[in-house]
């Protein structure tokens, strides 16, 4: 469920005499906040009233309701990232206490997702500022993981109790893609390691991404993680800025919630970040046989990426058509109907998308133009350098 239609459920499911009700009384302590998703409340309100339903006195005073609710709206909004701030602070400060450590750099990283204590990033370091880039991420990671658990507490109980999205659904999406580009004696393993990979944001496969990423030795994904989550809820102050459908960073791949829900026909963000996962992850650390010269499921192109993996998702859709006709006529249609694919490629994509329709195996279309090639019989030759 989007975030509209959270509230839209909600408005209709708490009935408009409590809505009324709490646009005049909300408090700013976690309970109410937790129940104001208001915008479409409010507006659902101010449009009763301008139809005059329940309201028997004179236009004045309708007037100003609506004033006062769009006022009582203003504020809650206000009061919800002032809170959502508190949070911040307050999970930096609690982090830094236990170390005695600097809470404003803590405080810095849960804002911006930057380490700029002594020793973080790379370069030749001192054992003493080693020790405390160590120390410090210690503790941010804790940071994060208490701010998580205070802004939960502000979303609505329905939201938490959405369960993540099931192994089955993601297995579904992306087994014609695995099927269709990595080599036989590879699938299993890989549609296995990709639906473990993948998760969807919405509130309970967050919490699951958050904790596989923070086992990793890196936190800048599950900062994303944590703020695509919250955005999607109108919890994310708006100067942090996290623009993204989806990340796949090298381990793990994560869709945002909102893209997950999206209309357009021709979109799968599982798949589009699950194919990231095919040219990171290496088949040699299953256990898989490997011929020289292969390194990864499929081995694309540096430069091609991003292509790919558009490809991957908007082919994935096409051949949900069964009859080869109806691929092509829905291919066709892709430069004019798709719309969550960036404008400046959507051109190329969708042509390619065609020429892959109209072929009799789509995916090696795919598979020739984004692909490293390789030499037939013999090792792909690596340049040397000196
Ligand atoms: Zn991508």
Do not use: Q, R
């Given at each position: 469920m989007g975030r509209v239609d959270v509230r839209r459920k909600y408005v209709e499911s708490v009935g408009l005499g409590f809505a009324l009700r709490q646009a005049f009384e909300v408090g700013t302590d976690a309970e109410s906040l937790r129940r104001c998703h208001v915008p479409l409340m409010i507006e659902k309100l101010a449009r009763r009233c301008s139809l005059g339903e329940g309201i028997a006195e004179g236009r004045g005073k309708l007037y100003n309701f609506v004033f006062r609710c769009r006022v009582a709206l203003r504020e809650m909004e206000h009061d919800k990232l002032e809170t959502v701030n508190h949070c911040i602070r307050g999970a930096a400060q609690q982090a830094a206490a236990s170390g005695g450590l600097r809470t404003s750099l803590i405080e810095r990283f849960l804002r911006t997702g930057e380490e700029t204590w002594d020793g973080a990033g790379s370069g030749r370091f001192t054992l003493a500022q080693l020790n405390d880039d160590e120390v410090y991420t210690g503790a941010t990671k804790t940071a994060l993981r208490t701010l998580f658990r205070l802004l939960a507490d502000l979303l609505p109980a329905e939201a938490q109790e959405v369960p993540q999205v099931g192994l089955e659904t993601i297995r579904a999406s992306i087994g014609p893609m695995v099927k269709g580009l990595v080599e036989r004696d590879w699938q299993e393993v890989a549609l296995r390691e990709l639906t473990a990979r993948t998760f969807v944001l919405n509130f309970q496969g967050a919490q699951a991404a958050v904790d596989a990423e923070l086992?990793?030795?890196?936190m800048g994904t599950a900062w994303q993680i944590l703020w695509a989550l919250f955005g999607d809820y109108g919890l994310k102050p708006e100067e942090i800025n996290v623009e993204c459908d989806g990340v796949s960073a090298g381990d793990f791949a994560h869709v945002r919630l909102s893209a997950y829900e999206t209309k357009d026909p021709y979109s799968d963000v599982i798949v589009h970040e699950s194919a990231h996962l095919l040219h990171y992850l290496k088949p040699e650390h299953y256990g898989l046989h490997v011929r020289r010269g292969q390194e990864r499921f499929v081995d694309v192109e540096f430069c091609h990426r991003e292509l790919f993996a558009f490809e991957c998702e908007a082919y994935s859709r096409v051949v949900r058509h069964d009859k080869r006709k109806s691929r092509i006529s829905f291919a066709e249609e892709m430069k004019e109907r798709a719309f969550s694919f960036p404008r400046d490629r959507i051109e190329e994509v969708a042509a390619l998308v065609l020429n892959a329709a109209r072929a009799r195996n789509g995916w090696r279309v795919i598979r020739e133009a984004t692909v490293i090639p390789r030499v037939r019989g013999r090792a792909r030759e690596f340049p040397t350098y000196p």
């Open positions: 086992s990793t030795c890196f």
